[in-house]
């Protein structure tokens, strides 16, 4: 049996199939096909006038043919359960001797379940890992399988996996010593309810269900024709820390008397400043949307901040008539992006949604830890607050580097050529280059790959960022739908460049700048590392394919081998290098990955020059960006190393092999990422160090640190 993802597919697998094995007399099932063509084959499979079935998706259920004992899965299923359901109809025991089963998969770089990473990894025994990932599969659905099981039977009309509530919670304090789930029925009788009996887990004291309300329609005279709203609540009681949590579409009340019918009168809404605990611990927390009540002006009661305009709605709330009644943010917690949002009302949300009610639960025991911990300072995560500010002009900073636009780096765009007089590139071999400077009226940088470089710029009109060609000619972005010059490409909406300055400045669309307001020490000097560098020329940065013994990335090779062990350690220097040497290593828990950025010294001596270390310092911030998508990142390291290999029988590693990089790649889905980032100068001296050469070190860990939870290292000279 083939599998195919479609009918097309199933159809020109179909022609290849009665090319290479007529023998075998294949032929093509799926749902479209008419019900006398099924039958047919069917019925030359059962007869064995056919031996080999392409089909879509799955066969159906009904479907038994234990003869059946290799499957080829040219289009590869993307979670765990249908694999394992495909893959044990040829496991199956037949009446008749017939061989052991065989599965042939073609593997995909495509996003799959994660655990199907590790089935389709090279060298994978099945044996071991399908009774490992079911193993597995069972036991991590167990915990949601008993919560939902706790339910009981539930209500006919919903199902629970059906429930998906936004992540979005009102909290209120308690002291009741039980709750009375039954007293919901005294808001909502049987009559309003379209699920009955309500669903209650009295074990983990959570309950759910569905109204139904009816009204005349407020658009016409129709007495016939009504208005039906179905309105989801549900409900956690924490016993331990004596919080209640209510959740539902009906935004127009926090619920208090339900809150009260369950938990008692003593239930008490969180409301006020409070609230906005749930926003501690969070990095680089920018305000998207403030909503701002004044209390005198009843003409202008109340306002709504968006975009560069929240700043004012923290000016106005400092005044004495005026208060923030809501916010919500975005942020890093851990090195990863999130989204928050709290109201003085008492609402705390987010933007996601839960996978089930188990997940939700999960999420409210999270913002309920905030909410009760006193240590959270709420004027210290006000100040902390990332105000954007509208660009008329560029800020009078050094440029430190250009990045690509956040969408297309998480997609690791691999499908996307760039083509420049007649020579084209994969998007994955291009970088944007800088020369650190001060903008003044534009930005420079340059799309580079190892064949050419062209020169672009970007300027700031009408509070706009507009990209331009800085010369005659410019480059094409072919994509699989069409192809674009980059200056169209590049001044679509989701495709803005992103521009990082030193003090911890960053530009963004539409021409937006941020900067926290707050006070970085300089770099500790007494972590500034130097290694031997005798017989290094500190004027050479690469080792290139000569393998030139007296450069600076030849002697930090050496330095990261000897601190191993590693995995793997590689030489990626050259357009679009992810680093100049990455190296891996592998934990039960963790996969720590380094990224060593060298740069070349201006001058022969070291010294205080702040200007040799802005570009490396650029290279390095751009590394945060590896942490959304350390699967992508390896495909692109592996797809550059076999490319070197083919074009100049230098693949770049330096330990390690193919092999064990493209197992890494399988399981970093497993593994949590621990990212450390080292910049090598050793045209800066550790004795001579200027306090702006440190200034600039710490903003740039802080940005590290905030943005990918990393770790910054500093080699330098004496």
Same mark, same amino acid.
């Given at each position: 049996?083939?599998?195919?993802? +479609?009918?097309?597919?199933?159809?020109?697998?179909?022609?290849?199939?009665?090319?290479?094995?007529?023998?075998?007399?294949?032929?093509?099932?799926?749902?479209?096909?008419?019900?006398?063509?099924?039958?047919?084959?069917?019925?030359?499979?059962?007869?064995?006038?056919?031996?080999?079935?392409?089909?879509?998706?799955?066969?159906?259920?009904?479907?038994?043919?234990?003869?059946?004992?290799?499957?080829?899965?040219?289009?590869?299923?993307?979670?765990?359960?249908?694999?394992?359901?495909?893959?044990?109809?040829?496991?199956?025991?037949?009446?008749?001797?017939?061989?052991?089963?065989?599965?042939?998969?073609?593997?995909?770089?495509?996003?799959?379940?994660?655990?199907?990473?590790?089935?389709?990894?090279?060298?994978?025994?099945?044996?071991?890992?399908?009774?490992?990932?079911?193993?597995?599969?069972?036991?991590?659905?167990?915990?949601? +399988?008993?919560?939902?099981?706790?339910?009981?039977?539930?209500?006919?009309?919903? +199902?629970?996996?059906?429930?998906?509530?936004?992540?979005?919670?009102?909290?209120?304090?308690?002291?009741?010593?039980?709750?009375?789930?039954?007293?919901?029925?005294?808001?909502?009788?049987?009559?309003?309810?379209?699920?009955?009996?309500?669903?209650?887990?009295?074990?983990?004291?959570?309950?759910?269900?569905?109204?139904?309300?009816?009204?005349?329609?407020?658009?016409?005279?129709?007495?016939?024709?009504?208005? =039906?709203?179905?309105?989801?609540?549900?409900?956690?009681?924490? +016993?331990?820390?004596?919080?209640?949590?209510?959740?539902?579409?009906?935004?127009?009340?926090?619920?208090?008397?339900?809150?009260?019918?369950?938990?008692?009168?003593?239930?008490?809404?969180?409301?006020?400043?409070?609230?906005?605990?749930?926003?501690?611990?969070?990095?680089?927390?920018?305000?998207?949307?403030?909503?701002?009540?004044?209390?005198?002006?009843?003409?202008?009661?109340?306002?709504?901040?968006?975009?560069?305009?929240?700043?004012?709605?923290?000016?106005?709330?400092?005044?004495?008539?005026?208060?923030?009644?809501?916010?919500?943010?975005?942020? #890093?917690?851990?090195?990863?992006?999130?989204?928050?949002?709290?109201?003085?009302?008492?609402?705390?949300?987010?933007?996601?949604?839960?996978?089930?009610?188990?997940?939700?639960?999960?999420?409210?025991?999270?913002?309920?830890?905030?909410?009760?911990?006193?240590?959270?300072?709420?004027?210290?995560?006000?100040?902390?607050?990332?105000?954007?500010?509208?660009?008329?002009?560029?800020?009078?900073?050094?440029?430190?580097?250009?990045?690509?636009?956040?969408?297309?780096? /998480?997609?690791?765009?691999?499908?996307?050529?760039?083509?420049?007089?007649?020579?084209?590139?994969?998007?994955?071999?291009?970088?944007?280059?800088?020369?650190?400077? =001060?903008?003044?009226?534009?930005?420079?940088?340059?799309?580079?790959?190892?064949?050419?470089?062209?020169?672009?710029?970007?300027?700031?009109?009408?509070?706009?960022?507009?990209?331009?060609?800085?010369?005659?000619?410019?480059?094409?972005?072919?994509?699989?739908?069409?192809?674009?010059?980059?200056?169209?490409?590049?001044?679509?909406?989701?495709?803005?460049?992103?521009?990082?300055?030193?003090?911890?400045?960053?530009?963004?669309?539409?021409?937006?700048?941020?900067?926290?307001?707050?006070?970085?020490?300089?770099?500790?000097?007494?972590?500034?590392?130097?290694?031997?560098?005798?017989?290094?020329?500190?004027?050479?940065?690469?080792?290139?394919?000569?393998?030139?013994?007296?450069?600076?990335?030849?002697?930090?090779?050496?330095?990261?081998?000897?601190?191993?062990?590693?995995?793997?350690?590689?030489?990626?220097?050259?357009?679009?290098?992810?680093?100049?040497?990455?190296?891996?290593?592998?934990?039960?828990?963790?996969?720590?990955?380094?990224?060593?950025?060298?740069?070349?010294?201006?001058?022969?001596?070291?010294?205080?020059?702040?200007?040799?270390?802005?570009?490396?310092?650029?290279?390095?911030?751009?590394?945060?960006?590896?942490?959304?998508?350390?699967?992508?990142?390896?495909?692109?390291?592996?797809?550059? /190393?076999?490319?070197?290999?083919?074009?100049?029988?230098?693949?770049?590693?330096?330990?390690?092999?193919?092999?064990?990089?493209?197992?890494?790649?399988?399981?970093?889905?497993?593994?949590?990422?621990?990212?450390?980032?080292?910049?090598?100068?050793?045209?800066?001296?550790?004795?001579?160090?200027?306090?702006?050469?440190?200034?600039?070190?710490?903003?740039?860990?802080? #940005?590290?640190?905030?943005?990918?939870?990393?770790?910054?290292?500093? #080699?330098?000279?004496?």
């Amino acid at each position: 049996m083939a599998r195919a993802r +479609s009918i097309n597919r199933a159809n020109e697998l179909l022609t290849l199939y009665r090319e290479l094995a007529a023998d075998l007399n294949p032929v093509v099932i799926h749902s479209k096909l008419a019900s006398r063509q099924a039958k047919e084959a069917l019925d030359a499979l059962h007869e064995r006038a056919c031996r080999a079935v392409i089909c879509v998706g799955m066969l159906g259920e009904g479907f038994d043919l234990p003869q059946l004992k290799i499957a080829a899965l040219h289009d590869t299923h993307k979670s765990l359960g249908i694999t394992l359901q495909f893959i044990g109809r040829f496991a199956r025991v037949s009446p008749t001797a017939v061989s052991e089963a065989t599965v042939i998969a073609s593997r995909s770089d495509a996003p799959f379940d994660e655990q199907l990473r590790q089935l389709y990894a090279e060298d994978a025994d099945w044996n071991l890992i399908i009774r490992d990932l079911s193993q597995r599969a069972v036991d991590e659905q167990e915990s949601v +399988s008993t919560f939902e099981a706790g339910f009981g039977s539930g209500p006919e009309e919903v +199902s629970i996996k059906s429930v998906l509530p936004k992540m979005s919670a009102v909290a209120y304090k308690t002291d009741c010593q039980d709750w009375a789930p039954a007293n919901v029925h005294h808001l909502f009788p049987e009559e309003a309810l379209l699920t009955y009996p309500i669903a209650v887990n009295g074990q983990d004291h959570v309950l759910w269900f569905v109204t139904e309300e009816r009204d005349s329609i407020q658009w016409g005279r129709l007495p016939l024709v009504e208005e =039906v709203i179905h309105s989801l609540y549900v409900m956690y009681w924490d +016993s331990v820390r004596g919080l209640l949590y209510i959740n539902s579409t009906n935004n127009d009340s926090v619920h208090e008397d339900l809150a009260k019918a369950v938990c008692g009168e003593t239930a008490t809404r969180i409301s006020g400043k409070q609230v906005y605990r749930v926003m501690g611990g969070i990095d680089r927390l920018v305000p998207t949307n403030v909503g701002v009540l004044d209390v005198r002006n009843r003409n202008r009661r109340f306002s709504m901040h968006v975009g560069a305009d929240v700043a004012e709605g923290f000016t106005d709330a400092e005044k004495h008539t005026k208060a923030q009644t809501n916010i919500f943010a975005t942020g #890093y917690a851990a090195g990863v992006r999130t989204s928050i949002g709290a109201s003085l009302k008492g609402r705390v949300w987010s933007r996601r949604i839960a996978d089930s009610l188990k997940h939700w639960v999960d999420w409210c025991d999270q913002i309920g830890r905030k909410l009760l911990d006193n240590s959270i300072n709420i004027a210290h995560v006000m100040d902390n607050f990332i105000h954007p500010e509208d660009l008329e002009d560029w800020p009078e900073l050094t440029v430190l580097a250009v990045e690509w636009p956040l969408a297309l780096l /998480a997609r690791n765009e691999d499908t996307l050529q760039l083509t420049f007089q007649g020579n084209s590139y994969s998007f994955l071999d291009a970088e944007l280059e800088v020369t650190p400077h =001060v903008p003044g009226n534009a930005v420079h940088f340059a799309i580079r790959t190892p064949g050419w470089r062209v020169p672009y710029m970007i300027t700031i009109e009408e509070g706009q960022m507009r990209i331009q060609a800085a010369g005659d000619s410019e480059v094409t972005i072919v994509s699989s739908r069409r192809e674009m010059s980059a200056t169209e490409f590049l001044g679509r909406r989701d495709n803005v460049l992103q521009v990082l300055f030193e003090n911890d400045t960053v530009v963004y669309a539409p021409a937006r700048l941020l900067h926290p307001v707050r006070d970085i020490p300089p770099f500790d000097a007494a972590r500034l590392q130097v290694p031997d560098w005798t017989g290094i020329d500190i004027k050479k940065e690469s080792q290139r394919e000569a393998r030139h013994a007296d450069s600076i990335q030849a002697r930090m090779i050496q330095q990261v081998l000897e601190r191993g062990p590693w995995d793997v350690v590689i030489d990626d220097d050259g357009a679009g290098e992810i680093a100049d040497i990455v190296a891996i290593r592998e934990t039960e828990r963790d996969l720590h990955i380094l990224f060593v950025h060298c740069k070349y010294s201006s001058e022969s001596t070291p010294g205080a020059r702040v200007e040799d270390l802005y570009e490396v310092c650029g290279q390095a911030s751009k590394s945060a960006t590896h942490r959304r998508d350390v699967t992508g990142m390896l495909t692109s390291l592996i797809r550059r /190393a076999r490319n070197r290999q083919k074009s100049r029988s230098f693949s770049g590693i330096e330990q390690g092999s193919f092999e064990r990089l493209v197992q890494l790649r399988d399981i970093a889905r497993t593994r949590r990422p621990q990212l450390t980032v080292a910049i090598a100068q050793p045209g800066m001296s550790k004795s001579k160090a200027s306090l702006k050469q440190l200034e600039l070190l710490a903003c740039t860990e802080v #940005y590290l640190r905030e943005i990918a939870a990393a770790h910054l290292e500093v #080699y330098c000279n004496e």
